[in-house]
């Protein structure tokens, strides 16, 4: 599938989740969807029962796989950027550690994803969060003005990935961090996964080797490159995941097959800084 | 969409300058309609209902 093609069926996959109730038969559904186990999927990924509790109604949406912000030591009057904010989940989280004197932005390239985005802030009165339609291999953000990236379980989703890390660097401030946790392989997975647009969707078919994430975010230019945490993809997740579900079902695979191609694929969380003297 | 973050804000293509122009604020000085303009690619970026969109011009398009 051609990079375009694959953003235009990300986009129009997570607009059907941003807004469930505008179409009726959309077997679409990402990283665990559903509303009602979002709260659940959203402790068992390391969100304190607090955070989940403070931000607005409806921005946690359950689709992340990890907690960027807790890692983030975001400090008081710090900007920071979002790589496909989504509902704005993280953001609100971070907009709570910067403080009034900080900025929080959150990128997001589904319309009704920032839309949605945009009443969480109004109702939870956020005035220090901004989201912006954009595209994160296109960040429409000035050059080193941004002293933390964060981004959860996005940039699988992206066809091209070592772009996504090049535009994290180039905003970031000299000393900047970044702070993403996302979905990657131990093994490569089986091609009728490979190839499912449904799995690439639900963060599967998108996911590349952890070396070769890593070494994405290093040939960007981040020194200090290092796995903060590791962990299974909650495995509750993928066998709640409709996605997931209808690829085993349809394909017919083989419940050993599941188990093997589930412990193929890890949480991550990296971190990395942009260096003061850039040659 | 706030105008201090003018700053920050660049064109998604060229990462040039973009000028602000306003149709609409609210009381808070917040920007709800009026566009985003980069001279270099002659690109003019819509900001609708306080949303800046900033995605590319052939994508931007392609959500219509």
Redesign the interface.
């Given at each position: 599938m051609r990079k375009e093609e694959i953003?235009?069926v990300v986009?129009a996959g997570y607009a059907k989740i941003a807004k469930p109730d505008s179409s009726c038969c959309v077997p679409v559904n990402s990283c665990c969807g559903s509303t009602d186990l979002a709260q659940d999927i959203g402790k068992k990924i390391g969100y304190t029962e607090e955070e989940l509790k403070v931000v607005p109604e409806g921005a946690n949406l359950g689709l992340g796989c990890g907690n960027p912000v807790a890692l983030a030591s975001l400090r008081e009057s710090e900007?920071v950027l979002d790589l496909g904010s989504g509902a704005g989940f993280d953001c609100f989280l971070a907009a709570n550690k910067v403080g009034k004197s900080g900025?929080v932005?959150g990128v997001d390239?589904t319309?009704e994803m920032?839309?949605n985005a945009?009443e969480n802030a109004e109702k939870g009165n956020y005035r220090n969060v901004?989201?912006?339609?954009?595209?994160i291999e296109?960040?429409?953000?000035?050059?080193n003005?941004?002293d933390v990236v964060i981004s959860n379980c996005v940039i699988n989703l992206s066809p091209e990935k070592r772009r996504v890390f090049k535009e994290a660097f180039?905003v970031l401030k000299p000393g900047g961090r970044l702070m993403v946790s996302d979905v990657v392989l131990l093994k490569e997975l089986p091609d009728f996964i490979k190839n499912s647009i449904e799995a690439y969707i639900g963060c599967l078919s998108g996911a590349i080797m952890r070396d070769e994430y890593i070494g994405a975010i290093k040939a960007a230019g981040f020194q200090e490159v290092r796995i903060i945490d590791e962990a299974s993809f909650p495995i509750e997740c993928m066998a709640n995941d409709s996605t997931v579900k209808a690829v085993v079902e349809d394909l017919k695979i083989p419940p050993e097959k599941v188990k093997e191609i589930g412990s193929s694929v890890i949480s991550i969380k990296v971190f990395g800084v942009k260096p003061c003297e850039t040659s | 969409?706030?105008k201090e973050?003018m700053?920050?804000?660049?064109?998604?293509?060229c990462?040039g300058?973009l000028e602000l122009g306003i149709e609409e604020e609210d009381e808070k000085g917040e920007v709800v309609v009026g566009s985003l303009y980069c001279g270099k690619c002659d690109e003019r970026?819509p900001i609708e209902?306080?949303?800046?969109?900033?995605?590319?011009p052939e994508?931007r398009q392609?959500?219509e």
């Amino acid at each position: 599938m051609r990079k375009e093609e694959i953003k235009k069926v990300v986009r129009a996959g997570y607009a059907k989740i941003a807004k469930p109730d505008s179409s009726c038969c959309v077997p679409v559904n990402s990283c665990c969807g559903s509303t009602d186990l979002a709260q659940d999927i959203g402790k068992k990924i390391g969100y304190t029962e607090e955070e989940l509790k403070v931000v607005p109604e409806g921005a946690n949406l359950g689709l992340g796989c990890g907690n960027p912000v807790a890692l983030a030591s975001l400090r008081e009057s710090e900007t920071v950027l979002d790589l496909g904010s989504g509902a704005g989940f993280d953001c609100f989280l971070a907009a709570n550690k910067v403080g009034k004197s900080g900025e929080v932005i959150g990128v997001d390239m589904t319309p009704e994803m920032v839309e949605n985005a945009r009443e969480n802030a109004e109702k939870g009165n956020y005035r220090n969060v901004q989201f912006r339609l954009g595209e994160i291999e296109n960040l429409p953000v000035a050059d080193n003005s941004v002293d933390v990236v964060i981004s959860n379980c996005v940039i699988n989703l992206s066809p091209e990935k070592r772009r996504v890390f090049k535009e994290a660097f180039r905003v970031l401030k000299p000393g900047g961090r970044l702070m993403v946790s996302d979905v990657v392989l131990l093994k490569e997975l089986p091609d009728f996964i490979k190839n499912s647009i449904e799995a690439y969707i639900g963060c599967l078919s998108g996911a590349i080797m952890r070396d070769e994430y890593i070494g994405a975010i290093k040939a960007a230019g981040f020194q200090e490159v290092r796995i903060i945490d590791e962990a299974s993809f909650p495995i509750e997740c993928m066998a709640n995941d409709s996605t997931v579900k209808a690829v085993v079902e349809d394909l017919k695979i083989p419940p050993e097959k599941v188990k093997e191609i589930g412990s193929s694929v890890i949480s991550i969380k990296v971190f990395g800084v942009k260096p003061c003297e850039t040659s | 969409m706030k105008k201090e973050l003018m700053d920050i804000l660049a064109c998604p293509m060229c990462k040039g300058d973009l000028e602000l122009g306003i149709e609409e604020e609210d009381e808070k000085g917040e920007v709800v309609v009026g566009s985003l303009y980069c001279g270099k690619c002659d690109e003019r970026y819509p900001i609708e209902e306080g949303i800046p969109n900033l995605l590319p011009p052939e994508l931007r398009q392609s959500s219509e």
